[in-house]
C-alpha cells in the first residue's frame, strides 16, 4: 500500500501525512526564494515556480532546502 519509503528511517509511507509516522520527518521541500512547496519524492532539480536550483540535503548553498525533522 506504501507508495514511498521515508527519506530519513526508510519506513514505508503512503504520503497522506505532511509528516512520517514513525520519526516525525518533514516530507516538504519548500524554496528559500518565492516560498513554493513540494513533497520530497517529486525530486525536483529546480524550483517549478521560479527555478531556484534545489539544494541537496546537508548541501550549505543557496536555493530550495529539503525539510526533515521535527518543526
Known sequence: M????????????????DFCP????????????????WRFFYQHKFCPQCGEPVAKQGAKTEG????HGKA
Do not use: I, L, M, Y
Open 64 to 67: 530550495a532546502q529539503v525539510k
Open 2 to 17: 506504501a507508495s514511498f519509503k521515508c527519506p530519513k528511517c526508510q519506513a514505508p509511507a503512503s504520503g497522506a501525512s
Open 22 to 37: 514513525q520519526c516525525g520527518a518533514r516530507w516538504n521541500v519548500e524554496c528559500s526564494k518565492c516560498g513554493k512547496s
